[in-house]
């Protein structure tokens, strides 16, 4: 168990919805990371937050959209929904206490997103 | 081309074989490789880290970069079953505020 929470696990929904999904990192990380990942593209970096903050952002949709509240935990709103949209969405969590190595240590078990 | 090439297999090996895993990049800023292991319906987990060019051992796993050749590699050592997972290499330029960029993953069996 990486220590990272993603709910729900599994998720079916119509296009043109809106759903969200819901990361809870390691209790301290500070940096939640987004990635989804569909067979054709593999894993791609979505956005990464840090302590409330956008800090990167990747090739993220402009349907799509994240936040990262006070306590740490993080959403990522997914609107307009097509069905090329389905995939597993992944969050990641890291606090970089060893400034050697900083990176997304800390995968959940993702989010499977099923559009019909 | 891609900025990360990996060969996605499948490789299958014979249980105690040692196992080579590979990517080629193109982006020659990048300076920090990983690799990590993906078991079927699970989040990725990060096994190996090293940053610039060199080797790194832990355990049965050995990475090497090679940014001369744009080519890194993961060692595994008298692989075991319970190393059948997808194997994804990655990397990055600088350690703030860019994107990690990830090779589409190796699919490894060991066989007993």
């Known amino acids: 168990d990486s220590g990272v929470t993603q709910t729900p696990k599994h998720l079916i929904t119509a296009t043109g919805q809106r759903v969200t999904l819901r990361c809870s990192p390691r209790?301290?990380?500070?940096?939640v990371y987004w990635y989804q990942q569909s067979l054709d593209q593999g894993l791609q970096f979505l956005i990464q937050?840090?302590?409330?903050?956008?800090?990167a952002k990747g090739n993220i949709l402009e349907r799509f959209s994240a936040q990262q509240f006070p306590d740490l935990h993080s959403e990522l709103n997914l609107s307009s929904l097509e069905l090329g949209d389905s995939a597993l969405y992944f969050c990641?969590?890291?606090?970089?206490?060893?400034?050697?190595?900083?990176?997304?240590?800390?995968f959940g078990q993702g989010t499977r997103l099923t559009v019909v | 081309q891609k900025e990360v090439e990996q060969d996605p297999g499948p490789l299958s090996v014979p249980e105690g074989a040692i196992v080579s895993l590979n990517c080629t990049y193109s982006?020659?800023?990048?300076?920090?490789f990983m690799w990590y292991r993906q078991y079927s319906r699970k989040g990725p987990e990060l096994l190996m880290y090293?940053?610039?060019?060199g080797n790194k051992e832990d355990g049965r796993f050995t990475a090497q970069v090679d940014k001369s050749s744009k080519y890194i590699s993961l060692f595994i050592r008298d692989s075991q079953p319970s190393d059948s997972a997808t194997y994804l290499c990655?990397?990055?330029?600088?350690?703030?505020?860019?994107?990690?960029?990830f090779g589409k993953g190796t699919t490894l069996s060991v066989s007993s």
């Open positions: 990655a990397m990055r330029a600088n350690q703030a505020g860019t994107a990690l960029i």
């Open positions: 209790s301290g990380d500070l940096s």
């Open positions: 090293t940053y610039s060019s």
């Open positions: 982006n020659s800023a990048f300076q920090y």
């Open positions: 990641a969590s890291s606090e970089p206490r060893d400034r050697e190595m900083n990176t997304e240590a800390f």
């Open positions: 937050y840090y302590n409330g903050e956008e800090r």
